[in-house]
């Protein structure tokens, strides 16, 4: 026989437990969904500071207008309008390497270089130290052939809004760790080596945020994908008042030009 | 050419706006994950009242233990260990009219009583009043073939947790609406009709608030399974650090018996 | 313990059996993947005619162009490029009750309408009594308030090319059963009570004849969604070779316009 | 305005064309599924025994019983019985790196060693040269920390029964090209390497026979999905029948610990 160890719940006739807490009794009402969520995967109860910041993160990932995943989301439901659940599998399903990618591969590229320094070396205690720890991680990095995931974006040339804000929420809440640190050095060293001035992006920021709160890189694929649920949520919800699909599946198949293949 | 109207947001070179306001400035850190999901939805933000039974309804609805999602969810993952929101997406495809669709059935269920009953006469004013009202949607519903929904739990058989700790919420925050009123007077009269006890369950009480705070009832599964995203998350990051799906596959592969179709 | 019956399938050490044979001394090199998934679903060999017949709908189903599924395929893959099992499987979802289900929509309609015929009554042995099944199935069906399923096409308005094909296929193979006969008959009567001459669609034809073949209501949607998959295929392989998600993704955004909700 | 060119097909009010053919006067009754499956990625009509071989492949990789996939898309039905398309989404999200990617990575392992062969030198024209680059690229793929795709089974130890089938099919149809070779070769001199013998397994010389069809290895994948459809269909059908669903629910429910976390 197999035995499934959990350390997330358990239900019999008379209570509901949750992370070894009464469910109705302890939770409801006295925790934030957003607060739920962390505990669930950290199986720890985060701090004020920390909620805080979680929170924000999964605020600032929440949308991003007309992406491609709420496009297929919408397209989705067009098709099938009595599947609320396929629609908004369908959207998460567009959140993989290219698009929700930048938070966890962020995330990764800061654990490792981070990874790398410690052991023998302490970690570095002055903007100097972490400045030189990013020209590392950074020179490593290219010469392995990537590109520096949180770096540039495509419409915030100059800044990401996002980016600052989050910075100073993690400050003053005293939760700003060695993650974070280094995407700001890697912020402002990489001029000199990429020979240009990027943003630092706000899905970039969020996965160091998130890999200061102590989740492991391959999570914060997750947590983009639950924030995305609540944008995507919003999109359907849109979409059902005043469809927009209809009229992206007929402009589309306007511009389709039949092409025999070379 | 098309145009497709939206009031979700707007991006542009220097900002992100969301719903009418600045993402950046006036969002992150100020609202929590769960009042932007319900902004997002609902088009405008909730009361401070109305924000914690929504919370609250969330946390109720995030984890049910190992579920035939859940599992599916793990078992996704076991097979393509590279993609999170695949195993996502599996665990919400099972969030259909059997298991999350008690919140929307109840939902619905309660919102045509009341539209029944509205118009010529105004909603009820005292107990009796809700529990002539329940009787009559009972009844109808029963003729018409089909069970009343938010009725029985296969375990929690005597009373489920949820129930009264969201009722009680809901009171104290002044959101107690004709929704959950009526819901309650089901409680008190199915007895006379279906000659037994059964409990108002937690999926159903979870459709009845989220009903009185305004939501179509075309969007409570949303709800449900944006609730259950959450609760997915825990299960995956519990999957990557201890793999039931393994267990469960060869568990299952040894209970198969091979039967040539009659 | 439980145990699971299956008819499909077993394996040990040196065997793989499948439907009763051996996968690889009988089955490879000896049907068509499409005899194979008649076989599977049916758990029956087909006849050959009934193959032909069988393979000839999927053919037929397999792909309609850009359509909001094959966009929302190619939008999942811009994302998540990695992933082919998470674009193809944002395609099918679009497969709902709106686009796929016609195929089993008309199916259940005729069904329907036979087994109300059946028991006292024979089936009908003239082209004069299918008329007046028709009559009687049309009127019914339309009194309850609904469409009647695979009448009329968007495009094909005067004239679903697949239809003549398939009625004729079924006829020189000797398998046009009950179910393509009242659909012949549909054709022929429903100007009389809706007033106006509409196609036999594509989608309701292959309907008729999967349902003729034997295969449940339930079942027609999932044919569909095997041939849908193929298409699909082609669509994912063009998109790979030549994007055309990023353009649609522009193009779209383009076109919306931020409107604060009234 | 943007343009999407396309290779595969076209409407109008009178026709319907794919693939450069009237789909309903060249292809429907014309061409079996598999045909026009192999066709829309290749955008080439099979040759006749191209098509034995994939036929066979599609054959070979349709079911393996109660796979996680398999089991998922069950478990999807029990919650969502009205979503075929969902179950059938669920059981496909699984067919990632670990289960269906060997097909793909055999492919791809393949298709590299001989690009690296190919350009100054011929490629090998008898046995003994194909044993030569088979043991090069194995030590190159061992070197890089990698595991020889397509060696082993965790049931079929002393030999996959599909594999010597399909050489032999494709033997049989004078389509055994440069991937099967390697293939073959690899299975000959991988004991000396590794100092033990193991199987050249089914989903490895498939993807060596699709290799060899002239398919990138990003769409190998593709078409052991679409295989996996089949089976899933056949899965689900006897779900609907005879459902499994509950009852795996149900056990493992039953085999679940709470552990809190240490």
Redesign the interface.
């Known amino acids: 026989?197999?035995?499934?160890?959990?350390?997330?719940?358990?239900?019999?006739?008379?209570?509901?437990?949750?992370l070894?807490h009464?469910?109705?009794?302890d939770?409801?009402?006295q925790?934030?969904?957003?607060e739920?969520?962390f505990w669930?995967?950290a199986?720890?109860r985060p701090g004020c500071g920390e909620l805080?910041v979680f929170?924000?993160v999964?605020?600032?990932l929440?949308?991003?207008?007309?992406?491609?995943?709420a496009?297929?989301a919408r397209?989705?439901l067009?098709?099938?309008?009595?599947?609320?659940?396929?629609?908004?599998?369908?959207g998460?399903?567009?959140?993989?390497?290219?698009?929700?990618g930048v938070t966890e591969d962020c995330g990764k590229f800061l654990a490792e270089a981070l990874a790398s320094s410690e052991g023998p070396l302490p970690l570095p205690d002055d903007e100097e130290g972490w400045d030189e720890l990013a020209d590392m991680a950074i020179r490593a990095h290219r010469e392995s052939g990537r590109l520096v995931p949180g770096l540039g974006h495509p419409?915030?040339?100059?800044?990401d809004?996002?980016t600052?804000?989050?910075f100073k929420?993690a400050e003053d809440e005293g939760v700003l760790g060695p993650h974070l640190r280094l995407f700001a050095a890697v912020g402002r060293v990489h001029p000199m080596i990429l020979g240009r001035t990027l943003p630092l992006n706000g899905a970039g920021v969020c996965g160091a945020a998130l890999a200061d709160l102590g989740f492991?890189p391959?999570?914060l694929?997750?947590?983009a994908?639950?924030?995305r649920?609540?944008?995507l949520?919003?999109?359907?919800?849109?979409e059902?008042r005043?469809p927009?699909?209809p009229?992206?599946?007929?402009?589309?198949?306007r511009?389709?030009?039949?092409?025999?293949?070379a």
Chains 1, 2, 3, 4 share one sequence.
């Open positions: 026989m197999n035995e499934y160890p959990t350390s997330i719940g358990t239900t019999d006739a008379t209570s509901i437990r949750l070894g009464d469910l109705a009794a939770l409801m009402g925790v934030t969904f957003g739920l969520a669930l995967v199986l720890r805080r929170e924000t999964l605020v600032a929440a949308d991003h207008g007309f992406t491609p995943s496009i297929a397209l989705t067009t098709g099938a309008p009595e599947s609320v659940q396929g629609a908004l599998a369908a998460l399903l567009g959140g993989g390497s290219r698009f929700l419409v915030h040339k100059s800044g809004p996002r600052p804000v989050l929420i492991e391959d999570m694929r997750g947590f994908l639950l924030a649920a609540a944008g949520l919003g999109h359907l919800a849109e059902m005043r927009a699909g009229g992206i599946y007929e402009q589309t198949d511009d389709v030009v039949y092409q025999p293949r």
